[in-house]
């Protein structure tokens, strides 16, 4: 079993910037993919970035694209989601999760993890 837990949401203004932590326990975290995924009030959840389990490959929704940065630290059990820019529509309760799969395809959708974080909340004012 992981567990996963984010830290880090809250109340920015837009043009702000936060960082979302997604520490996990229970099974090395190296052998996961993670991912970040977020759902705002009325719509489907959504992937916003993913990252492979040595570091070097890492895919990003549209939407976010040169604003948000995901990394990890398999040292310190952590994975992190640098938001800069941010803007009112990106809005939404923010998971952290992790996936077991041998093989990155298919892992741009949550049908892929089987570990998911409580979600932290990231509210833009405008």
């Known amino acids: 079993q992981v567990q996963l837990v984010e830290s880090g949401g809250g109340l920015v203004q837009a043009g702000g910037s936060l960082r979302l932590s997604c520490s996990a326990s229970g099974r090395t975290f190296s052998s996961l993919i993670i991912g970040w995924f977020r759902q705002a009030p009325g719509k489907e959840r959504e992937i916003v970035a993913r990252?492979?389990?040595?570091?070097?490959?890492?895919y990003y929704a549209d939407s976010v694209r040169g604003r948000f940065t995901i990394s990890r630290d398999n040292a310190k059990n952590t994975g992190y989601l640098q938001m800069n820019s941010l803007k009112p529509e990106d809005t939404a309760v923010y998971y952290c999760?992790?996936?077991?799969?041998?093989?990155?395809?298919?892992?741009?959708?949550?049908?892929?993890?089987?570990?998911w974080g409580q979600g932290t909340q990231v509210s833009v004012s405008s």
């Open positions: 999760a992790g996936s077991t799969a041998r093989t990155l395809l298919g892992s741009n959708s949550g049908s892929a993890y089987s570990y």
């Open positions: 990252i492979n389990r040595s570091g070097d490959t890492t």
